[in-house]
């Protein structure tokens, strides 16, 4: 069964640190695709990244990079010099292939409250 | 380009009573999701419309949930009779990929379910 985790429930930063989020994912698939979004206080999910399972090229945009590796089924989430505006839950998720019932939906780690404090 | 919204952003009901949850997809993508997040839980998929089509509804709890999407354009999801665990909030997602583009799936701001 496809599963993510993101063992972080809540992570309290002072402005200006950088933060790790983890996320581990579990399936069986060959090819999936792995996503992150942000959920600020308003509450819509804003998509941040998707990644293919045959790319494990490492992702940078601005203050936001993404290291993916396979050998540990692992999505890992950094923001580098950490402000204020970055506080919201973040989440990790999957999805399954083209095939059979689960075209496209997407399964979700739990989520992780990010707090940056000024 | 407007977004994917939804319809109303809270919605409090007592026990048994009926609610319907609507949702405006981006203007010409095809697929239509429908996400639940249960307090503390995660989001879980309910369904998948491609048009006004049902490709995928592994994910309904049961049949008090009722989606619709006439004509592949907006969608419905009909609770009927809500019951205390329906609380939570409700998500809307559209892409014109199955499986999202490089743009990923844009969600809506999801609606507040309260069953009382």
């Known amino acids: 069964a496809q599963k993510v985790t993101q063992a972080q429930t809540e992570i309290s930063v002072v402005e200006k640190e950088d933060v790790t989020l983890d996320c581990v994912y579990e399936t069986r698939d060959t090819t999936y695709y792995l996503f992150w979004y942000k959920q600020p206080p308003s509450g819509e999910l804003v998509f941040l990244i998707r990644r293919n399972s045959f790319d494990e090229q490492n992702e940078i945009s601005g203050r936001y990079s993404w290291n993916f590796q396979k050998s540990t089924s692992s999505f890992n989430f950094t923001i580098t010099a950490s402000q204020v505006v970055d506080s919201a839950v973040y989440f990790c998720?999957?999805?399954?292939?083209?095939?059979?019932?689960?075209?496209?939906?997407?399964?979700f780690g739990k989520g992780t409250k990010l707090s940056v404090k000024p | 380009e407007a977004g994917v919204t939804q319809f109303p952003s809270h919605s409090v009901i007592e026990k048994g009573q009926t609610v319907t949850l609507r949702c405006d997809p981006i203007s010409g993508h095809d697929n239509l999701y429908w996400y639940r997040r249960v307090m503390g839980k995660e989001i879980k998929f309910l369904l998948h419309f491609v048009k006004e089509s049902k490709q995928d509804e592994s994910g309904m709890p049961n049949n008090r949930f009722l989606a619709e999407r006439t004509g592949g354009t907006y969608s419905t999801l009909k609770v009927q009779p809500a019951e205390l665990e329906d609380s939570g909030v409700y998500f809307c997602?559209?892409?014109?990929?199955?499986?999202?583009?490089?743009?990923?799936?844009?969600f809506g701001s999801g609606t507040r379910l309260t069953v009382v």
């Open positions: 998720a999957l999805s399954g292939p083209w095939n059979g019932g689960s075209q496209g939906n997407l399964i």
């Open positions: 997602a559209s892409s014109q990929e199955e499986v999202a583009g490089v743009d990923g799936y844009t």
